[in-house]
T-cell receptor, first 117, second 116 residues
């Protein structure tokens, strides 16, 4: 498809298990972002990729969270030893320009709803 | 640090009413970008508008209009003659202008319900 694709759309996991969330950005988009949307905290930035490198990881809440991006395309967000407070919708976004600066529009996926029980 | 405040949490109007969604921001940057996104029940964030800090002209797009006032650090969004399809959560957001990182700082969002 032409948009940002995320999978799975819903994930229920037991506390303590690891989960992987996948994001397929729009083809050709060099920048990729992960955000988390939870009831108490609203929409929070997690990590930014430019190509395969992550120059800004400032939003990752703990060392249980990690992300990688391969081939300048697909990204995976991994949460280890999940906790109930990790329950949220995880949104991925991509944008096209490498040097356009801070005003580049981001295109969002529909998110992965993670529930930790 | 950057901050976006959307003081209204929920607004309910009857179809055809006009409604204004407020957004106030804080930043130390002199150059920055402001955004509005719409999140319908499907969950996907839909881009509505981007405005840079040097462009204070108001903008109108169909039933939507935006009022950017640097003096009050506000970027308000008005929907004229609201429709049921406008029901959604609306987010105001801010990003720095420097570098290639366009990460967004979001407000908490405003849930708009338009009743028939």
């Amino acid at each position: 498809g032409a948009g940002v694709s995320q999978s799975p759309s819903n994930k229920v996991t037991e506390k303590g298990k690891d989960v992987e969330l996948r994001c397929d950005p729009i083809s050709g988009h060099t920048a990729l972002y992960w955000y988390r949307q939870s009831l108490g905290q609203g929409l929070e930035f997690l990590i930014y990729f430019q190509g395969n490198s992550a120059p800004d990881k400032s939003g990752l809440p703990s060392d249980r969270f990690s992300a990688e991006r391969t081939g300048g395309s697909v990204s995976t967000l991994t949460i280890q030893r999940t906790q109930q407070e990790d329950s949220a919708v995880y949104l991925c976004a991509s944008s096209p320009s490498l040097f356009a600066g801070g005003g580049t529009e981001a295109f969002f996926g529909q998110g992965t709803r993670l529930t930790v029980v | 640090a950057q901050k976006v405040t959307q003081a209204q949490t929920e607004i309910s109007v009857v179809e055809k009413e006009d409604v204004t969604l407020d957004c106030v921001y804080e930043t130390r940057d002199t150059t920055y970008y402001l955004f509005w996104y719409k999140q319908p029940p499907s969950g996907e964030l839909v881009f509505l508008i981007r405005r840079n800090s040097f462009d204070e002209q108001n903008e109108i797009s169909g039933r939507y209009s935006w009022n950017f006032q640097k003096s009050t650090s506000s970027f308000n969004f008005t929907i004229t003659a609201s429709q049921v399809v406008d029901s959604a959560v609306y987010f105001c957001a801010l990003s720095e202008a420097s570098g290639a990182n366009s990460k967004l700082t979001f407000g908490k969002g405003i849930t708009l319900s338009v009743r028939p």
